[in-house]
């Protein structure tokens, strides 16, 4: 018989709580769910919701965090070496995987969430950023959120490639 470790358990509850609000958020308005609804889903105890989140919005921003962990992951390498167009190729193109997940969030009012994820997520890749270093990346993050913005609610009407190229000639101009 297998024993599973508690940082196991409290992974795969946190698993179950994210999925949960994934699903209801299909279902339901942002302001219609409820923290029984989520732990009723989830199949978890309100405790062990509890233990891991202190809010909705606190399982959002572990969704996100997810989520732009693993683009860091994908898109880090041409970061560094300034390979601009397949930099934002890579953005894009794992943003239109991840389409249906976005949109939800944007349904449920989190667009200024993301905004402000990403601002700091930017902000915090580069130690101890000057003035005008941050005034870069806030213009760098607001043209890529926008952009995203009416991208994915408009159903993606143009290419990754197409989008990418745009914004390389928006930042590079």
């Not at 995987?97 to 993301?114: G, P, R």
């Not at 700091?120 to 959120?145: A, D």
Request: proline letters at 2%; hydrophobic letters at 40%; glycine letters at 2%.
């Amino acid at each position: 018989m297998s024993l599973t470790s508690n940082s196991e358990i409290k992974k795969i509850t946190k698993e179950n709580i994210q999925t949960a609000l994934i699903l209801l958020l299909k279902e339901k308005n942002w302001e219609d769910i409820t923290i029984n609804s989520i732990v009723e889903k989830a199949g978890v105890s309100r405790m062990a919701y509890y233990r891991n989140y202190k809010s909705k919005e606190d399982i959002l921003f572990d969704i996100f965090g997810e989520f732009m962990a693993k683009l860091t992951e994908i898109s880090l390498p041409y970061l560094q070496t300034k390979q601009w167009y397949a930099y934002w190729k890579v953005l894009f193109e794992y943003f239109a995987q991840h389409a249906e997940s976005i949109k939800l969030l944007f349904d449920c009012n989190n667009k200024v969430f993301i905004l402000d994820y990403l601002n700091h997520f930017y902000i915090n890749s580069i130690k101890t950023p000057s003035i005008s270093e941050r005034y870069r990346i806030y213009g760098q993050v607001g043209l890529f959120f926008n952009i995203l913005v009416e991208w994915l609610e408009n159903n993606m009407p143009i290419s990754s490639e197409e989008l990418a190229q745009v914004c390389y000639e928006l930042i590079n101009a």
